[in-house]
């Protein structure tokens, strides 16, 4: 089945920096990438995906940019705010299958003042 | 536009009791799926409903079960508890089940006892 890395597990950035979290998947059939943001006592909150005849896509201070031979996507938040602190979750699913999404083991991004 | 309604919030169960979660999913939404997450495990898939017949299902043993109704609503069950089936678990809903952008609920946790 599938496998979803995800790096690092913990971030911290300045207010204002950018962040940038990583994934890998190992199936190739695969091609489906959301992005997911979990607050404290809340389900996780899609923020952006891609599929995978896209290479990037972008909204407002999110991207997500998709590598298809090499079997990784990333996620890029500009000009972080206390906000945007929580922990992100990378998925992907495959092809006929867009509901059971595979998880990477999230990354705690820390946005200090 | 009322999100997905996910009850009880919270529930403590002992081992070897029985326990039955509810979802409700986003009004005209009809894939419904179920993800348990640990600290350990992290995000794992359960299965998906889509016009109340089970359409996928992940690595989980028979005691955990679900059903859907006529109404989208969905409802997990699981048997015998465990110690470790201690978790939040999330129900997402979609519009229908080749549809990307699943919406996730706020979760039920469940502590065994």
């Known amino acids: 089945g599938e496998n979803v890395e995800q790096h690092p597990s913990t971030l911290s950035v300045q207010e204002g920096d950018s962040a940038v979290i990583k994934c890998t998947y190992s199936d190739s059939a695969s091609n489906y990438f959301p992005w997911y943001k979990q607050e404290l006592g809340k389900g996780p909150q899609l923020i952006i995906d891609i599929r995978s005849n896209v290479g990037e896509k972008k909204d407002q201070r999110i991207a997500v940019t998709l590598n298809k031979t090499a079997k990784h996507f990333s996620l890029h938040i500009t000009e972080t705010q206390p906000e945007d602190s929580a922990v992100y979750f990378c998925a992907a699913s495959i092809r006929g299958t867009a509901s059971k999404l595979t998880f990477g083991t999230g990354t705690r991004l820390q946005v200090t003042l | 536009k009322a999100g997905v309604t996910q009850t009880p919030r919270y529930l403590i169960k002992t081992r070897g009791q029985q326990v039955t979660l509810s979802c409700s999913p986003i009004s005209g939404h009809r894939s419904v799926s179920w993800y348990q997450q640990t600290p350990g495990q992290g995000l794992q898939f359960l299965f998906e409903y889509f016009s109340e017949t089970q359409r996928n299902k992940g690595n989980f043993p028979g005691r955990f079960s679900g059903r859907q109704f006529s109404n989208s609503r969905s409802e997990m069950n699981v048997s015998t508890l465990e110690l470790g089936d201690s978790a939040l678990y999330l129900c997402?809903?979609?519009?229908?089940?080749?549809?990307?952008?699943?919406?996730f609920g706020s979760g039920t946790r469940l502590t065994v006892v």
């Open positions: 997402a809903s979609s519009l229908n089940t080749a549809n990307y952008g699943y919406t």
